[in-house]
């Protein structure tokens, strides 16, 4: 009877803060690009653990931080599946509180990686109050769940070991693939810059902004930050673009003007799919 009286009856209605180190992490992972694979196979595989627009919530523990995970996309389905397929299960195991937004570039004007991105980070903040945005390119499957998905005392560089690099960095400065900014951190180098259309550099200037705001950059290990690039060629209306480089050697005098202060888009469509929130574009791109 004494026993009795220690405790509850009942489970208490007043969760936890989830723990800094979630436990049910494996480690290393395998992945392999199954072009038999669909996305209602992993609809059938998720969709129980999912709500409506991709998110997901601990049910035994109140998450620390809010998480968007933001895509730039154009006309890669093939990639969203794998990359739904290997993500929603990491994410859920790391126990976060996190949304999946997929941001298409509508038409067939000139890709712009970084200006998608800031429409996604306005869009997902007009859904949920989320305190970090995790900015993921489409292709790239981390193969260590130890690499969490959640924001730091800096701005995080994530994909530091990729397989097209060899598992190493391919430069000390580099920024690319994925990586997370607190709410805070993102406003302080007022957003990503828009003008960067074509491929290359965004990212180097996304870096040079961190540091001209006086952050560092944070990253995992070489082990566990480990990537896998699903391979593909290169996409229509996304040429390496030889002005980015002069661009780059602006940044400090550009920064305040060209980002979220300055950013301009529509609106087309918002869609909610089970395994993310898709919402289509219009960033009046060069054609
Ligand atoms: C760099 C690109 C990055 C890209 C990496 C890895 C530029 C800037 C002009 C020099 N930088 O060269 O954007 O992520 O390669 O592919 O193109």
Redesign the pocket.
Same mark, same amino acid.
């Given at each position: 009877s004494h026993e009795e009286t220690r405790r509850p009856p009942t489970k208490s209605k007043t969760l936890g803060r989830c723990p800094d180190t979630p436990p049910t992490l494996v480690g290393p992972l395998h992945v392999e690009f199954d072009s038999q694979r669909t996305l209602d196979d992993v609809r059938e595989m998720i969709s129980s653990s999912l709500r409506e627009g991709g998110r997901y919530k601990p049910p035994d523990c109140v998450a620390q931080q809010k998480v968007a995970i933001i895509i730039a996309f154009r006309n890669r389905h093939e990639h969203l599946t794998h990359w739904l397929y290997y993500l929603h299960p990491i994410l859920i195991r790391q126990q976060l509180d996190y949304t999946v937004y997929v941001i298409n570039q509508d038409g067939e004007g000139v890709f712009n990686r970084a200006k998608l991105m800031n429409a996604g980070y306005v869009e997902a903040m007009k859904q949920y109050d989320h305190d970090c945005f995790v900015f993921s390119d489409i292709d790239l499957v981390p193969l260590d769940d130890r690499n969490l998905y959640r924001c730091f005392d800096n701005p995080r560089h994530l994909a530091v070991a990729m397989d097209k690099?060899n598992f190493h960095l391919?430069?000390k400065t580099?920024f @690319? @693939?994925v990586s997370s900014l607190s709410k805070g951190q993102y406003l302080k180098i007022n957003g990503f810059p828009n003008t960067f259309w074509g491929?290359?550099?965004?990212?180097?200037d996304i870096y040079n902004r961190i540091i001209f705001r006086g952050m560092s950059i944070s990253r995992p290990d070489s082990v566990t930050g480990k990537y896998r690039m699903i391979k593909h060629k290169r996409d229509l209306h996304n040429e390496?673009n030889p002005k980015?480089?002069g661009k780059?050697r602006q940044t400090k005098q550009t920064m305040n003007k060209d980002g979220l202060s300055s950013l301009k888009y529509t609106v087309k469509e918002i869609k909610k799919d089970i395994l993310y929130t898709f919402i289509n574009v219009d960033i009046e791109a060069p054609l």
């Open positions: 690099f391919p430069y580099y @690319g @693939g491929w290359g550099g965004e990212d180097d390496e980015n480089a780059l």
